[in-house]
């Protein structure tokens, strides 16, 4: 069971799942950036269920651009498979800072704290940004 991806998924703020983030094989790639994923401040955090009833969260990293993390598969299966869809460029950079970190397959708990903390400490800490409101919500689930 992956605890912080659930945490993050039930208290998140809520959002309405737009179907144009499909692609058609089950992954959300329309969510990570263009005109049909949301707009989030960075380390920004919402949360939403797909049209199969998958919990999806999207955090928002720099750039307008979103890190999106979701159930692979539907239903209340109990160590259900959490899978992502980041952009280009996003896993080199968490992989430089979290060695131990794998985000090209299956999301592990500590794969999905290395992003909250990688969000909290690396991406927001750099920008100009109002990270204060968003920081506290992440933070929790950012102990490697």
Known sequence: MNVTFNRLAETSKPIAFNPKWKNGTGYLDEAIVGEHAPSLM???AVTCKDDFGRAVVIIGLNDNKNFVMFQRH???IPDGVIVCNEPAGFGDQLEKAYP????Y???REKDVKAVCDYVAHNIAVNTSTNW???????SPWSVV
């Open 74 to 76: 539907s239903g209340n």
């Open 132 to 138: 204060g409101e968003y920081s506290s919500h992440l």
């Open 42 to 44: 960075i380390g920004e």
């Open 105 to 107: 397959s299956r999301l």
């Open 100 to 103: 131990n970190a794998e985000i």
